[in-house]
């Protein structure tokens, strides 16, 4: 009842039906969720791609232009690969600041790995400990970090890959041959065999009525 005694008078019309807030727009389904959409791995190739020659890194050494660039990060994917790194895989970079840990920063996306930058100011103990917690399948140590690197696997047990010993990016360029055709049978791979036309006359022998 209302402050005159009376009853209040019910809204005239229809009483509109409760329901959810209507949003515009589909609702995203499953596909638009698991749907793979090249991410980090790949921003070096369309980089290539479009202007093959702009700069981008410069170092003491040098300048990179983003077809260099691409060049290591096809190699060191390829050498991720080759030492069994994979989707779900994780890695560490035991390095100061150096164009190789790009390489394996942007090829760990390639390959669906996690790359784990590690502290060189760290002690060992403390590394051992990272290493161990991460999970580790592979680490990484540069020139300078060599001495701790050692200290670290012989804790931990993990593998080691020296670098420039066992990674140099000059000679990896050399080889891109290789591992470019790699990185291509990787991609055939994922996509599946080759969809087949749909039957029917080929189009250039379709005519349309005059």
């Given at each position: 009842m209302n402050a005159f005694g009376s009853d209040p008078v019910p809204p005239s019309g229809p009483t509109p039906a409760a329901g959810p807030a209507s949003v515009s727009g589909p609702a995203p389904g499953p596909s638009a969720r698991t749907r793979h959409i090249p991410g980090i791995g790949y921003w070096t190739a369309k980089a290539a791609f479009l202007h093959p020659h702009r700069t981008a890194l410069v170092t003491n050494e040098g300048r990179?232009?983003?077809?260099?660039l691409e060049e290591g990060v096809a190699a060191a994917a390829a050498l991720l690969r080759a030492r069994g790194v994979g989707p779900g895989d994780r890695f560490g970079i035991l390095m100061w600041n150096d164009?190789?840990?790009?390489?394996?920063?942007?090829?760990?996306?390639?390959v669906g790995a996690v790359a784990v930058p590690l502290n060189w100011r760290l002690a060992a103990p403390e590394l051992v400990f990272q290493v161990e917690d991460a999970g580790l399948v592979l680490l990484f140590v540069g020139p300078e970090q060599a001495e701790l690197g050692d200290e670290v696997v012989r804790a931990t047990g993990c593998r080691a890959i020296r670098v420039p010993e066992g990674y140099d990016r000059a000679a990896a360029a050399?080889?891109?041959?290789?591992?470019?055709?790699?990185?291509?049978?990787?991609?055939r791979s994922e996509a599946g065999p080759p969809r087949r036309p749909p039957a029917g006359p080929p189009p250039s022998h379709v005519r349309t009525p005059r």
């Open positions: 990179l232009s983003y077809q260099e164009p190789r840990f790009l390489d394996l920063l942007f090829a760990a996306g390639r050399l080889g891109l041959g290789e591992a470019q055709s790699a990185e291509r049978a990787h991609r």
